[in-house]
Each structure stands twice: as C-alpha cells, then as structure tokens.
C-alpha cells in the first residue's frame, strides 16, 4: 500500500512562504535541502505527518498556476476561530461559506491564499472531513 507523503509547490519568496505556512497552519520544517540555484524546504504536518514542499528555484519570482491546479485543504476544530486569527494576522481569508445537499449540512469552510496565490481551503472538522 502507498503512503502519500508531500505534495510540491514552487514559490516566488521561500521565506515568505514558509512564514505563511507556518502562521497560518502551523507547520513545521522537518527538512531542507539547500543547492546553487534552487532549494527544496518540506513543512510538515504534525499531526497527520504529511508535509508540502516548497521548491525555491533562485532567481525565478513568478509561477503560472495554469488550468490544472485546484486546491490544497486542511481541516480545523473550530473553523470560526481559524478564520478570525488568520483575518488579524492580516492574511486574508474570504468569507466563510456552507455548502448543503437537501438543507443538510456537509461542509463549512473558506478560501484563504498564499504568498504565491496557491488557494487553500480550510474545512470545519466533521462528516467527512476528518
């Protein structure tokens, strides 16, 4: 069986990438892997161990997202305190939003995104969203 282990972005600003990670989701450096003209810096998760990889390719300060790219998530406990701690950190989340099937609830949850203009979703834990 597969284990999924990172998913990788690049990155125009690696510090204000990783300061944005680590902020808002509380990420950790588990690795660093430094060359001459790129560097690789995976965050990790602590709780789920799953980590992003943030490629820092020197001299490069712009990446198109293309057609492809859709969104990373993560899942919080309390999605009304995520939001208000990320909006007076200043990284602007958009509005929280419900999406229902037959008046039933099945998600809460809102858009944030990075320095790189990644979208990020961030869901009320519960159903599933675990």
Known sequence: MAKFIHSM???GDLEKSMDFYQQAFGLIESHRLDFDDFSLVYLRDVESGAEIELTWNKGQTEYTHGTGYGHTAFVVDDLDQQFNRLTEL??????????????????????????DGYKIEVLQRGGHYQ
């Open 9 to 11: 972005i690049r990155v």
């Open 90 to 115: 200043k990284l602007s989340p958009a509005p929280i939003k419900e999406f229902k099937r037959d008046g039933a609830l099945l998600a809460r949850f809102f858009f944030i995104q990075d320095p």
